[in-house]
């Protein structure tokens, strides 16, 4: 069974940094490309990030771009995002998810973690 | 504001047939797959419609999908209680080299 299970989410002031994780399980994680997708309270998804399977191939939603960083470790089956420079519009449940980086098919998402971005 | 653009709500009457539109352009529906998903209150988003029309295992025929030119439509028959959700569709943006969402429309089971 797949299994994605994010972590690192919790209150941070603003400016500061947090880094998420996400194990996973039950596919081959290193064939894989993933991806972090966000939703503020109330509001519609948002695309953070992709990366490939191989980590070749990053790409970043404008508003995160040089605050965001995402990476992984295939050996460990884990995708991580740093993120830097936390505004309070970055509030959000942050969710892993399988798919491709160079489309929009998420075929297995995680339960989310929260990120509170608040003085 | 979303780059895809859907209606903020659409509700109907157990067993009646309901559409959602997404419109967007050419850079994103207009060249590239439209998906769409369902996320149940308090869950994640689920895929529930794949590459403009498929719909992947498990999901219901009363599911179903389509595209023209830049706009898609989610269109669901025999609307049930358990249908009440919000609907997503999302394509990779060729301009943006990024994924978009439309903002997403509550469906709510009258």
């Known amino acids: 069974e797949v299994q994605l299970v994010e972590s690192g989410g919790g209150p941070v002031k603003p400016g500061g940094s947090l880094r998420l994780s996400c194990a996973a399980s039950?596919?081959?994680?290193?064939?894989?490309?993933m991806n972090w997708v966000r939703q503020a309270p109330g509001k519609g998804l948002e695309w953070v990030s992709s990366?490939?399977?191989?980590?070749?191939?990053?790409y970043y939603a404008n508003s995160m771009k040089g605050r965001f960083t995402i990476s992984r470790d295939n050996a460990k089956k884990s995708l991580y995002l740093q993120m830097n420079s936390l505004r309070a519009e970055d509030t959000a449940v942050y969710y892993c998810?399988?798919?491709?980086?160079?489309?929009?098919?998420?075929?297995?998402w995680g339960q989310g973690t929260l990120v509170i971005v608040s003085s | 504001q979303s780059v895809l653009t859907q209606p903020p709500s659409a509700s109907g009457t157990p067993g009646q047939r309901v559409t959602i539109s997404c419109s967007g352009s050419n850079s994103n529906i207009g060249s590239n797959y439209v998906y769409w998903y369902q996320q149940l209150p308090g869950t994640a988003p689920k895929l529930l419609i794949s590459?403009?029309?498929q719909r992947p295992s498990g999901v219901p025929d009363r599911f179903s999908g389509s595209k023209s030119g830049t706009s898609a439509s989610l269109a669901i028959s025999g609307l049930r209680s358990e249908d009440e959700a919000d609907y997503s569709c999302?394509?990779?943006?060729?301009?943006?080299?990024?994924?978009?969402f439309g903002g997403g429309t509550k469906l709510t089971v009258l």
């Open positions: 039950g596919f081959t994680f290193s064939s894989y490309s």
């Open positions: 998810a399988r798919g491709d980086y160079y489309d929009s098919e998420y075929d297995y």
């Open positions: 590459r403009n029309n």
């Open positions: 990366i490939s399977s191989s980590s070749t191939y990053i």
């Open positions: 999302a394509a990779w943006d060729d301009s943006l080299s990024g994924v978009v």
